[in-house]
């Protein structure tokens, strides 16, 4: 849209809401008034900081308002305007310098009208009009400017406050964990097994108990901590192709060792079980309850930990999160020994990282049991539990 004619301008006028209760006479005299200018995208319409006692019109593309635009300080968007919008109107009215710089986003053409123009060349009454309709637009324009602030500083101080919330939940979660491993160092010095189902159960309760409570202090949804029906099948999905892969790792690996002789084979889960005299019932019902076992784990680890870390931190990528999570609970295995650590940091890694991709603990829980189950039937980790 460029080289417009009067009549064009005329028309294109009162289309505005500035000019639309015009009458034509008026609308005529202020189409001779009005210079054209055109303009590439990123081309400085007005910049911050200059004199200016002209109105602008946009007649065809999109600007950018922009404040602090100097290579000393930051760039701030405020606003971005369309076709029929005006801006430099309190430059207009106060004769103050502009106090941002309008920037085109797309190829547009301006049409922009002087004050003194205005007033030499229109009645009082049509200068009237065209003034009191600018204190509207204004009007408008700081009402709508101090919703969205009020909105923004809303959206901040729940942002904050979340963030705080889930960092004290960091904080518990540590302080459990820790608990949890003095725990396991006094029933080792006591001669009570650590590997035990009932043992097992009691620590996830430990973590658990502070963690619900706070939970329902901050009145958090269990949805921000990976318990929700959201992404559950491509969640599922993806952990069943991990499954497949390491169970076909598994079999490749235990054929190769128990054909090359390498190392003796255990006998896998199912007649490690047999030794100790448990039935294959039994055995099936132990599998089955170490399914929510690990869900809960996952709930404490991937959902409470790192998804906590997470957030308080803004780790949107999700990597500080999760080596921070793994090496707190490569950590906290090291009284079963270096190599165990050394196992559960590589792990951790492996369950952090399926959490990040999808935030639903379906997928992360079901790849921790069948790691664990797999690994256990083909033998290549016995639990003397």
Partial sequence: MSGLSSAEIVRFLKTTTLFAGLAEAQLNKLA??????SHETGNNIVTEGQKSDRLYLIASGEV???RGVHPDSG???????????IFGDLSFLDSRPVSATVRARIPCTILSL???QLK???????YADIVTGLAATLSDRM????????QSLQAERDLVQMRNNFGTFFIVMILSTGLQNVLNVLAQSYGISTRGELFSWSALFILLTPFSYLARRYRCPLREFGVTR????????????????????????KYYFWTSGKITYRGGFWSNEAKVGVSMAVTCLRIGFYLPHCYIQEFMARGAVQG??????????GWRSITVTSSIFAIGHLYLGLKFAVLTLVISFLFGWVYVRRPNLVGVSLVHWFLAVGAQFVGLWHNPS
């Fill in 120 to 126: 030499d060349n229109l009645d009082i009454q049509t």
């Fill in 75 to 85: 760039t701030f968007s405020l606003a971005v305007l369309k076709v029929g919008e």
């Fill in 114 to 116: 002087s004050r003194q």
């Fill in 32 to 37: 001779g008034l009005i210079i054209e200018s």
């Fill in 308 to 317: 906590s870390l997470q957030k308080f931190l803004d780790d949107r990528a």
């Fill in 230 to 253: 959201d992404g559950w099948w491509p969640s599922l999905r993806e952990a069943l192709i991990i499954c497949a892969g390491f169970g076909l790792f598994c079999i490749a690996l």
């Fill in 143 to 150: 009402r709508r400017t101090n919703q969205s602030l009020v």
């Fill in 64 to 66: 950018d308002v922009l």
